[in-house]
């Protein structure tokens, strides 16, 4: 069973910086691609960033240029490090992992998600 688990965020003025970790467990064997969405207080989920099993990287438009995803294969985590926070950017950030195949289980796709962490961002 794959677990994650969230670290960072918190609250921030304007302009500041926060890292948000999520880190997998039941993994190992398998290719994932990770994924960071936002919700913010009533608005609906929106997509943040991405990044595959082979590295590559996209950002929402609201994002880019500001934020940097990365991921650590070898301790199955991912980062989101956003610099020049605004206040658009106050939300609960959930990271998704999408993982398969594995070594075991060619045809396995399976998502799992965290339970979000609250950032909040001051002006």
């Known amino acids: 069973q794959v677990q994650l688990v969230e670290s960072g965020g918190g609250s921030a003025q304007a302009g500041g910086s926060l890292r948000l970790s999520c880190a997998a467990s039941g993994v190992t064997r398998c290719n994932y691609d990770w994924t960071w969405y936002r919700q913010a207080a009533g608005k609906e989920r929106e997509f943040v960033s991405r990044?595959?099993?082979?590295?590559?990287?996209n950002y929402a438009v609201s994002v880019k240029g500001r934020f940097t995803i990365s991921r650590d294969n070898a301790k199955a985590t991912v980062y989101l490090q956003m610099d020049n926070l605004n206040s658009e950017d106050t939300a609960m950030y959930y990271c998704?992992?999408?993982?398969?195949?594995?070594?075991?289980?060619?045809?396995?796709?399976?998502?799992?998600w965290g339970r979000g962490i609250e950032v909040t961002v001051s002006s």
């Open positions: 998704q992992i999408v993982v398969g195949p594995c070594a075991y289980d060619e045809a396995l796709k399976l998502d799992f």
């Open positions: 990044v595959d099993s082979g590295g590559f990287s």
